[in-house]
């Protein structure tokens, strides 16, 4: 079902036991993230099996029930200078109404929703004014583990490696995920050490992330978007901004340490020795030169890290990435050279819903009693347990956006 159905005029109470929604939340810095699950049309009622228009692929028949619940689980985000924004689409979808109940107190008509990120503080009484609902707080690293832990268990093609334009899925044996490092990337960069199902530490971070090259882009080419920054990086070269070891050692290598004339010396350092002016320079090669100084220095700083601890496996989420092929390759490149081939960094499809993904699942049993609460479940399951269709995941490598849905049913057991 598309989701946008529910804007063609239906009042609430119809959308509310129509269609049933689930939301939760990651507000951060820079992006407020969403997470919300819409029922199909024709949903399956206890194991009686009606009609179903989604396949439960990848899970044979015979080896599970028959879903309760078929539908969609919609990402979307927002920026968060724009909340208002957000507000509006979720006012405009009515995804307020999919909250649950307080248990606590289940006469009383509070909904709460799930939300984590540090606008789950900042932006609880906009929510409580704007809609009269709680925002239930999930801590932001429980929930970005929760949510890399469930991506990659869950999601057949979750997890790929991205190097010299080559994209190649990696099978996740569930049994051997742990330990990995995870280096999630928004406004700054957390680095999370994760050895099982809550069980982790935040063991580094730093200030130089996705909000800086985001802030750092805007003062220097003055464009309005972050999109367009990215635009203007595809296109531009830093060759002309940057400093190589060619540009020192008169066009050689400096072999003897390993840095070949095309290796950077210095990022930016070209412009303090030419007489130019800032609007002398291209905004694209700033734009490239700058987005290759922070994805290598996040690629350095995450093997040092992997190294200390011993780990093998590096795992990039965050919206800075955007499945940006260069951004990708800078930080595969950063990690495979530092770690003389050791360590492997890879990335999720769902990079930048990660928060928002463990923010969603650490509802009561996933959210799902509350999702069923309005079925008429003629036998409701005991234990309930959430499926991603696998072979319905977007490829979307031309997308880049990262807005999408997916289909997804709810088995019981
Ligand atoms: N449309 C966009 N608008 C603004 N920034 C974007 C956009 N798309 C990607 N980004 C990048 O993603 C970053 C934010 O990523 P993400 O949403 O993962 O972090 P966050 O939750 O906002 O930050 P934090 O976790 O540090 O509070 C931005 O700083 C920017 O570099
Ligand atoms: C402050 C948070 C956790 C907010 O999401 C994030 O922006 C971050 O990890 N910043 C880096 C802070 C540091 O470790 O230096």
């Given at each position: 079902m598309d989701p946008r159905r529910a804007e063609t005029g239906k009042n609430s109470d119809?959308?509310?036991?129509?269609?049933v929604y689930h939301l939760a939340l990651d507000i951060g810095g820079s992006l407020a993230k969403l997470v919300y699950f819409t029922k199909n049309d024709e949903h399956i009622v206890g194991s009686e099996k009606k009609k179903s228009p989604v396949k439960a692929s990848g899970i044979s028949n015979s080896s599970r029930n028959s879903p309760v619940l078929n539908g969609r689980l919609n990402f979307k985000k927002f920026e968060t200078s724009k909340i208002n924004d957000c507000l509006e689409f979720i006012n405009s979808m009515k995804l307020h109404l999919g909250g649950c109940q307080q248990p606590e107190s289940p006469g009383s008509q509070t909904?709460?929703?799930?939300?984590?990120?540090?606008?789950?503080?900042?932006?609880?009484?906009?929510?409580?004014?704007?809609?009269g609902i709680?925002?239930?707080?999930?801590?932001e690293m429980d929930c970005l583990v929760a949510g890399a832990n469930f991506l990659l268990e869950t999601i057949h093609q979750e997890a790929f490696t991205y190097m010299g334009n080559q994209k190649q899925f990696v099978w996740i044996d569930k049994n051997d995920l742990y330990p990995y490092l995870l280096v999630n990337i928004g406004s700054g960069v957390g680095m999370i050490k994760v050895e099982g199902d809550g069980k982790f530490e935040r063991v580094s971070g730093t200030s130089i992330g996705g909000g800086t090259?985001?802030?750092?882009?805007?003062?220097?080419?003055?464009?309005?978007?972050f999109d367009e920054l990215l635009d203007l990086s595809y296109r531009g070269n830093n060759r002309a901004v940057d400093m190589l070891v060619g540009?020192?050692?008169?066009?050689?290598?400096?072999?003897?340490?390993?840095?070949?004339?095309?290796?950077?010396?210095?990022?930016?350092?070209r412009a303090i020795s030419e007489n130019k002016e800032r609007d002398d320079y291209k905004p694209e090669d700033i734009a490239r030169s700058l987005l290759r100084m922070i994805s290598n220095n996040i690629?350095?700083?995450?093997?040092?890290?992997?190294l200390r601890f011993g780990l093998k496996?590096?795992?990039?989420?965050?919206?800075?990435?955007?499945?940006?092929?260069?951004?990708?390759?800078?930080?595969?490149?950063?990690?495979?050279?530092w770690s003389k081939g050791e360590a492997k960094a890879m990335f999720l499809q769902h990079e930048g819903f990660l928060g928002a993904v463990g923010a969603f699942m650490s509802s009561d049993k996933h959210g799902l009693k509350e999702l069923l609460a309005n079925q008429k479940v003629e036998r409701p399951p005991s234990k309930l347990s959430f499926s991603l269709d696998q072979t319905q995941v977007p490829q979307q490598d031309g997308e880049l956006n990262g807005d999408e849905s997916i289909e997804c049913s709810v088995y019981g057991a």
């Open positions: 119809q959308i509310q036991s129509g269609h909904i709460t929703i799930k939300a984590t990120g540090g606008g789950a503080y900042k932006y609880a009484d906009l929510f409580k004014e704007k809609f709680s925002l239930d707080k999930e801590d090259f985001w802030g750092l882009g805007k003062l220097l080419t003055k464009c309005k978007s540009d020192i050692y008169g066009g050689m290598d400096y072999s003897k340490i390993g840095l070949s004339s095309t290796t950077i010396a210095s990022s930016f350092g690629g350095q700083i995450s093997y040092l890290t992997a496996r590096i795992f990039f989420g965050g919206f800075f990435i955007r499945r940006h092929p260069f951004t990708m390759d800078t930080l595969s490149v950063a990690v495979n050279f």
